[in-house]
């Protein structure tokens, strides 16, 4: 499991486009599962 910090850090990353598809989707289906928030962080800021 990831700490919050790292989390944030991870969603950093991807809004500034230097995640690949690959990390999102893992991401998304892991980490991030079930935090539909989270998602519009990361598309909506970016």
Known sequence: MY???????IIKLLQRGEGD???LAYWMNHELKGLDEIY????FLK
């Open 3 to 9: 700490t919050d910090e790292q989390i944030v850090k």
């Open 21 to 23: 598809e690959s990390q």
């Open 40 to 43: 519009d962080l990361i598309f």
